[in-house]
């Protein structure tokens, strides 16, 4: 009875005010069965609903006093407004921004995905405030420290117990257990229209108790991980974000220090824009160093940052670790497992361009299916990328780091079997390849030696030859250890 009081005094304010069901359903975005259900009482009503019809038929809250109490939370609905500020100097992303529009009229859960310092914060918060309209319930927010600097995730019943009581429960109408404030608060969200904005998730797990159950709820989600549980489990589409384009890098860097510098030195604007891997996080810390300094030429910072090691420290700044390219790298290689994080470090000795799985085994010293595995696990948060056929490759600024943690995390020792490793590998590979421009496995294409030679030395001239293209590789890889130990193999040719 008190259902059927509720719908048949909005029903008859509806009618007073001209509106047939579907009119008032585009007025309060609320779906006309659902509101039909409500009119005839088979459906309750919700506080929020009732404010919006009240808000909408002028009825000055004579329908919120209509609701029954049981059905009230303690303290009120509180719409939630927890969106953080849009990023300013956003720009590009028009593509994926798109995508993220498409994908969500059919998706309950929208990934955004992509490497560290890629922009999925930022991107899924532009697209956030300009579709906030289309939420009349509010924006529920979270950081649930995935990849962070504490190394401590957030639990997901701890985020539903903030986001309950930010709904209006009052704490001591909080179930215990992740299951049943799940369950709450899909029933809170039932009918309504809200977004809910995840940033930085590490697993499925974290994420799958925060999915609304209301056909007009959004869940949009951040992580460097593919989070491939909730595309398979859950229907979550996937949107990845890649490095910018140089124009869209440029427009960024000239949003950032004004256009008049970058019109003003345009091929160093486009060499800074190159030696950032036009990874958005390294260009904002680009143009911060250019702002600080409004005499510096483009020209200069782009020679600072072509000494190439020293790209890591330059953008970097002094009072904020999470705006620092390293520091952001550093959080997705802590969460790795070890033998993951090692076969990460001694790819990094690696400068040539795309490996193959087989000279990645040989650089690790495992076997194949295992070599797969682990390249896998790197792709799958975004330290690597598959360009196909078996064929990986880092982010130029992801290579540096991995060479740095080498540096650090492998004794030299270490090292120098690694590069050991994939030398004789490089050459049993040589003697195994047609000498062809397009055939698969070639030196060239594993470490950058142009070898063309195949079968086994027949002389003491091809021998010399061979390690002398073999110690070009070390050369380029900085291991001096092994070069020597090249030297003393050409002694013993």
């Known amino acids: 009875m008190e259902n059927a009081s509720f719908g048949t005094a909005l029903r008859n304010l509806r009618r007073e005010r001209g509106l047939s069901l579907a009119s008032l359903s585009a007025l309060t975005h609320y779906s006309k069965g659902y509101l039909s259900r409500i009119e005839t009482g088979e459906r309750p009503p919700t506080p929020l609903v009732a404010r919006r019809c009240d808000e909408v038929l002028r009825a000055e809250g004579a329908l919120a006093g209509l609701v029954p109490a049981r059905h009230r939370q303690p303290g009120g609905f509180l719409r939630p407004a927890q969106l953080p500020a849009a990023p300013r100097a956003f720009a590009g992303r028009s593509a994926a921004l798109a ?34 309209h289309r939420f009349p319930d509010g924006c529920l927010f979270v950081d649930l420290r ?10 997901p019943a701890d985020v539903l117990a903030r986001f309950l009581r930010d709904l209006g ?4 109408s909080i179930p215990a257990g992740l299951e049943p404030r799940s369950v709450l608060l899909r029933t809170l969200l039932d009918g309504r229209r809200t977004l809910i904005v995840v940033d930085n998730a590490a697993t499925s797990g974290q994420v799958r108790p925060l999915i609304p159950g209301s056909a007009g709820c959004r869940l949009v989600v951040t992580s460097r991980s593919r989070l491939s549980g909730l595309v398979v489990r859950d229907g979550a589409a996937r949107v990845v974000l890649a490095p910018l384009p140089e124009h869209e890098a440029l427009d960024q860097l000239g949003r950032a220090i004004g256009g008049r510098r970058v019109a003003e030195e345009p091929e160093a604007a486009a060499e800074i824009a190159r ?54 790298l550093s959080w997705s290689y802590r969460a790795l497992a070890p033998d993951a994080a090692r076969m990460f470090r001694l790819l990094g000795l690696h400068h040539g361009g795309d490996l193959g799985v087989p000279a990645a085994a040989a650089l690790a010293g495992t076997g194949h299916r295992q070599a797969r595995r682990l390249l896998d696990a790197l792709a799958a948060v975004h330290l690597l990328e598959e360009t196909g056929g078996g064929r990986y490759r880092f982010h130029d600024l992801v290579r540096l780091y991995a060479a740095d943690c080498a540096e650090a995390d492998e004794s030299p020792e270490d090292r120098s079997a690694a590069v050991h490793r994939l030398l004789m590998w490089c050459l049993d590979a040589a003697g195994r390849q047609p000498a062809r421009d397009d055939a ?44 020597c130990a090249c030297l003393n193999d050409s002694g013993d040719v």
């Open 440 to 483: 698969p496995g070639r030196l060239d294409t594993e470490g950058g030696n142009p070898a063309t030679a195949h079968g086994d030395p027949d002389d003491l001239d091809e021998a010399l030859e061979r390690c002398e293209q073999a110690l070009a590789i070390l050369r380029r890889a900085g291991d001096r250890a092994s070069g």
């Open 146 to 155: 995935g990849f962070d600097p504490t190394g401590v995730p957030a639990e």
């Open 99 to 132: 995508e993220i529009d498409d994908t969500q009229q059919g998706h309950q859960v929208v990934i955004v995905s992509g490497p560290a310092g890629v922009g999925k914060t930022a991107t899924a918060l532009h697209w956030s405030h300009r579709a906030a």
């Open 275 to 328: 030696r950032c891997g036009y990874l958005p996080l390294a260009l904002r810390i680009a143009a911060e160093r250019a702002q600080a300094r409004p005499s510096l030429r483009l020209t200069t910072l782009a020679a600072e940052l072509a000494a190439t090691r020293g790209v890591l420290d330059l953008l970097a700044t002094t009072e904020d670790e999470a705006t620092t390219v390293r520091s952001v």
């Open 169 to 172: 429960c009052s704490p001591a």
